[in-house]
C-alpha cells in the first residue's frame, strides 16, 4: 500500500492559517427574514415537523405562532386505546408519516369516548361533560351537556356517534344519539343542543358535509338533507337511496375532491384470516344516481367504525387505497389470538387486494378513530 507524502509538512490545526480555514463563520439562523421562515413552513407536511420548526428558537416560534403559513397537506392520525406515562392518563396516537406510536395527554382523568373528524378536533365524551378538544395542543371547547338529549342509558348509550364539521365557517357539532338514532346539533357557542324533527321513522347511521350542506345516511341507506340554516325549526328531506348492492355490513358518506362519494363495506373470512373489501360509488346529480367509482385519483380514504374521511396521496398513504381502522375486540378478529391489537385493513381499489398491518400492540379495548392533526 502506497503511502501518500507531503512535499512540505501539513499545517498544524492551532496555526492562524488553518484556523482561518476550518473555523466557518456559523449561520445564525434566527436571523434569516421572516417571509423566508414562512416559505420554509408552507413546504412542511407532517406535524411533527411543525413542531420541530418551532422549537428552532424564538423568532422561528413567532412565524410558527402567528400560523400564516398554511400546510401544503395534512396526514392523519389514528387514535388508538387508553395508556399511563408516569400514573398520567394518555391516549395513544399512531402517525401514518412516522409508523410511530405517540402517547398524548388525556382531556378527561376518567374513561371518556372519542370521534374524530377531518378539522384537527375530536369530540370527547365522559360521564360528565363533553369537549371539542384538538389533541396536539390541547385547546378544548366544552359543549352543551348531552343530559339535555333526554335520552336515558349510560352517557355510552346517549350518543352513539358525532362528528364536526365547518359549515359556512362556523364549527357545527352534529351527534346520532338516543334509542331511535336521532339527530342532534350544537354550533359552537351555543348554549344547548337542537333536535332535529324527521317525519320519517329513519333511524341513522352516518352523517358528512357536503359543500356547506349536511347530509345524513339512514340505516337502510337513503340519504337525507338536514336543513339547519333556515328560519324556521331544523329539517330534513329524502333526496336519494342507496346503490344497489347487497350483504354489505357498512355504508360511509364522503366528500371528495368536490364529488359526494358511498363507500361500501363488505367483510368475510378466507382459511382462518379476515377478509375486508370495499366498493366506492359517485353520485351523479344530474341524474340523481350512483355509478360505480375505480379510480380515486390521487386520493385515499381513511375509514373508521363511524366515519370516512378523503385525504390526499402521500408517501405513507398511498393512492387508491382504502385504510380501514378495526375495533380490536370485534369477533372478527379477537376470535383468534395473533390478532389481539391494533390493526388497520389496507384495501387496494384497483388490485381488490387487502393487507394486514399492526399499529399498536395494546390489548385494552380500543374503538380507533382518524383525525387530522392540525396546530391552529
Known sequence: MKIARHSTPPPLLDSPASCLRLQQP??????????????????????EDFLAFSAVCKSWRLVYLEKEWIPRRRIPWLMLGESHYNNTPMRQCFSMTRSKVYNLQKLHASECRYWGSSHGWVVTLSKEEMYL???????????????????????????HRAYVFK????????????PKYSLAFVRVGDSEWSTVQSSSLAQ????????DRILALSMVGNIYL?????PGLPSMQSIASRPSEENWQQLYLVESSGSL??????????????????KVFRFDFSHRKWVS???????????DDHHCTSVPGHDSLQPNCIYYAKD?????????????????????????????????????????????PDLW
Open 26 to 47: 456559523v449561520a445564525d439562523w434566527s436571523q434569516l427574514p421572516y417571509d423566508l421562515k414562512a416559505l420554509i413552513a408552507n413546504h412542511l407536511d407532517t406535524v
Open 133 to 159: 378538544l384538538n389533541p396536539i395542543n390541547q385547546n378544548h371547547i366544552k359543549l352543551p351537556s348531552q343530559s339535555a338529549l333526554h335520552a336515558s342509558g349510560s352517557f355510552f348509550d346517549i350518543i
Open 167 to 178: 359549515v359556512v365557517k362556523s364549527l357545527v357539532v352534529v351527534a346520532i344519539y338516543g
Open 204 to 211: 341513522f347511521r352516518n352523517v358528512v358535509c357536503f359543500e
Open 226 to 230: 338536514l336543513d339547519i340554516n333556515g
Open 261 to 278: 362519494l358511498m363507500a361500501v363495506y363488505y367483510e368475510s373470512e378466507q382459511r382462518n384470516t379476515p377478509l375486508v373489501k370495499f
Open 293 to 303: 367509482l375505480e379510480d380515486l385519483g390521487d386520493f385515499a380514504l381513511v375509514v
Open 328 to 372: 380490536n375486540l370485534d369477533s372478527f378478529l379477537a376470535c383468534q389470538r395473533k390478532y389481539i391489537g391494533n390493526y388497520m385493513f389496507v384495501y387496494n381499489l384497483k388490485d381488490k387486494n387487502t393487507d394486514l398491518h399492526n399499529v399498536g400492540n395494546n390489548s385494552q379495548y380500543s374503538c380507533p378513530t382518524w383525525f387530522i
